[in-house]
């Protein structure tokens, strides 16, 4: 069975520290895969996507980057955190675009004081 | 553009008694899927329900239904004999099937559910 891991579960950075989150999808391959940001009581809003490996596709112009180094791991970087960039980041895989399929790792809670 | 409005920021219900959690959405996609997740306070994001554009019949995945009405762009979750476990938040989202969505899910702002005993 597919299972979805991601790391940290808590972070806690300053502003202007740097960022690096990590995603990994087990038992499948080529997946579609997408990072989100949730805010404090607020829906989700994707961030990246990416269909396949070098693949990466921006939503929201801010001051984070994503990679996708293998094809089942995606990371989400910043150079400089902001203090606005505190939020719950989620990541999801697809098995393809039409899918109805969408699951969600368990989430990195981003404080940023 | 997609758009998903959940108009509801908070229901609550007895328990044993059934919830409807409204989502109306707006799309200029021919093709699309809507989904329901449900939101603990743990925050892991757990798929409950799917309901393709083109499919004639209403979901159901045992105690949760989507009620669709494809003409009036509504996609309403229906929970039959609420539990205590059943309190979270719960999100609507929509999957369009345009050029270049690849997936994506645009979500709704979300509707906290409490049950009490």
């Known amino acids: 069975s597919q299972t979805i891991h991601q790391w940290p579960a808590t972070l806690v950075q300053p502003v202007g520290s740097p960022l690096s989150l990590e995603c990994t999808v087990e038992g499948t391959s080529n997946p579609n895969l997408y990072w989100y940001r949730q805010a404090a009581g607020r829906g989700l809003q994707l961030l990246f996507y990416?269909?396949?490996?070098?693949?990466i596709s921006s939503e929201v112009p801010q001051n984070l980057s994503a990679s996708r180094p293998q094809d089942r791991q995606f990371i989400l970087s910043s150079k400089k955190l902001l203090l606005s960039d505190s939020g719950f980041y989620l990541c999801a895989w697809g098995p393809g675009q039409f899918s109805n399929e969408q699951y969600f790792g368990p989430g990195t809670r981003l404080t940023v004081t | 553009a997609q758009k998903i409005t959940q108009t509801q920021p908070g229901m609550f219900v007895q328990e044993k008694e059934a919830v409807t959690l409204d989502c109306t959405y707006d799309?200029?996609?021919?093709?699309?899927?809507l989904f329901w997740y449900k939101q603990p306070s743990s925050g892991e994001m757990i798929f409950l329900i799917y309901q393709g554009s083109y499919d004639e019949q209403n979901a159901t995945e045992g105690r949760y239904s989507l009620n669709f009405q494809k003409a009036r762009k509504s996609a309403n979750l229906v929970i039959s004999a609420s539990q205590l476990g059943d309190s979270a938040m719960y999100f609507c989202a929509m999957r369009g099937t345009g050029g270049t969505s690849y997936g994506k899910l645009t979500f709704g702002q979300g509707t906290i559910l409490t049950v009490h005993p």
């Open positions: 990416s269909v396949g490996i070098g693949q």
């Open positions: 799309t200029s996609d021919q093709s699309y899927g």
